[in-house]
Antibody, heavy 118, light 107 residues
Framework: EVQVVESGGGLIQPGRSLRLSCTAS????????VTWVRQAPGMGLEWVGYIRGKTFGGTTDYAASVKGRFSISRDDSKTIVYLQMNSLKTEDTAVYFCARGGGWFDPWGHGTLVTVSS | DIQMTQSPSSLSASVGDRVTITCRASQRIASYLNWYQQKPGKAPKVLIYDASNLQSGVPSRFSGSGSGADFTLTISSLQPEDFATYYCQQSYSTPLSFGGGTKVEIK
């Protein structure tokens, strides 16, 4: 079964760092882009960024709201994609989803909640 | 950046109704438009990709149309399990972007 599973969320103070993981199974990770999308409580979906597959050099792209603070990397040997989040702000509070794909996204993980609060 | 505008933001409908949701892009995006369904507390699920392609396993009562800047998601006969929030998303250029969502509620 093709699936992705997020982990690493939790309660974190403003200004601190947190790393989320997206573990893939059922497909060859390096052939695909992986995207991060977040959803603040009661709000819509916001694209965070993605990392392209090996064929496209594994390059990354980010939303303006996180550029310079967040970074995405991948360890294809471990079939994990990471979202490193630095200098966290209260407005980063959201459920973070990872999903396979860089254009349309399928499948999605169940999400992991990140709460940024003092 | 491309802005995606969905309408309506919410609607009430009955089982068996035909439902249409529209999505407009702030610039032309060819057919790079995808539709998702999200139920409360769950991850989104892709229904339609590239404007009109039905994802495998999605019921045929869902269909998508449009190209350029104007797109439509149609549910031909609303079923109880279709009450959810629907999002469009453009994949034409980064930053990728979603519409604000359309909540389909029971009348």
């Amino acid at each position: 079964e093709v699936q992705v599973v997020e982990s690493g969320g939790g309660l974190i103070q403003p200004g601190r760092s947190l790393r989320l993981s997206c573990t893939a199974s059922g497909f060859t990770l390096d052939e695909y882009a992986v995207t991060w999308v977040r959803q603040a409580p009661g709000m819509g979906l916001e694209w965070v960024g993605y990392i392209r597959g090996k064929t496209f050099g594994g390059t990354t792209d980010y939303a303006a709201s996180v550029k310079g603070r967040f970074s995405i990397s991948r360890d294809d040997s471990k079939t994990i994609v990471y979202l490193q989040m630095n200098s966290l702000k209260t407005e980063d509070t959201a459920v973070y989803f990872c999903a396979r794909g860089g254009g349309w996204f399928d499948p999605w993980g169940h999400g992991t909640l990140v709460t940024v609060s003092s | 950046d491309i802005q995606m505008t969905q309408s309506p933001s919410s609607l009430s409908a009955s089982v068996g109704d035909r439902v249409t949701i529209t999505c407009r892009a702030s610039q032309r995006i060819a057919s790079y438009l995808n539709w998702y369904q999200q139920k409360p507390g769950k991850a989104p699920k892709v229904l339609i990709y590239d404007a009109s392609n039905l994802q495998s396993g999605v019921p045929s009562r869902f269909s998508g149309s449009g190209s350029g800047a104007d797109f439509t998601l149609t549910i031909s006969s609303l079923q109880p399990e279709d009450f959810a929030t629907y999002y469009c998303q453009q994949s034409y250029s980064t930053p990728l972007s979603f519409g604000g969502g359309t909540k389909v509620e029971i009348k």
